[in-house]
């Protein structure tokens, strides 16, 4: 078969997603039900011997597959390189740490420096709070990160669309 990570990811999640329906359906089919009457007599009620005989063989199946799966796609996004050098995987946890820093920077952009009157009984004065960074500096380092991030991104894509083979 014919894929690219973005086709395997989104592969492995409809596998994934198939699987807990079908742990759900392995559940409800684990038991059979049996009216016993008093003289002894038996009459089987439902019966999920079957149904669950197959579905938990088909889960074994499906699992060994996710793993098979997820074991390529691991591979890829580290076999494939973008233009500095990184494989997807690290230039995806470098993304996930640029995220939470321009988060960081996003918080400080949104301080400004206050001045408030206060006034007591007998006193007033003023309370300054001032900023203790320069604003200008973090709104270019966060405007860089996220250039960096979009960059880095974009090249993630590209490498997503390359196609390779995979067995059924």
């Known amino acids: 078969m014919k894929t690219n990570i973005a086709g395997l990811m989104s592969l492995i999640k409809n596998l994934e997603d198939y699987l807990n329906k079908l742990s759900i359906e392995i559940s409800l089919h684990s038991t059979n039900k049996t009216i016993i009457e008093l003289d002894g007599k038996e009459n089987v009620v439902e019966d999920f011997k079957e149904d669950f005989d197959n579905e938990f063989f088909e889960y074994q199946k499906l699992i060994a597959r996710i793993s098979y799966l997820k074991t390529i796609l691991y591979e890829k996004n580290n076999q494939f390189k973008l233009s500095d050098g990184r494989c997807i995987q690290q230039a995806i946890v470098d993304n ?73």
């Open 96 to 168: 996930t740490n640029l995220r939470k820093l321009k988060s960081l920077y996003d918080v400080l952009l949104e301080k400004r420096n206050t001045k408030i009157r206060v006034t007591e009984v007998n006193n007033s004065y003023f309370e300054s709070t001032t900023l203790n960074y320069d604003i200008k500096k973090i709104k270019e380092e966060s405007k860089k990160i996220e250039d960096k991030i979009m960059q880095t991104d974009f090249e993630i894509s590209k490498l997503n669309s390359i196609e390779f083979e995979i067995k059924e």
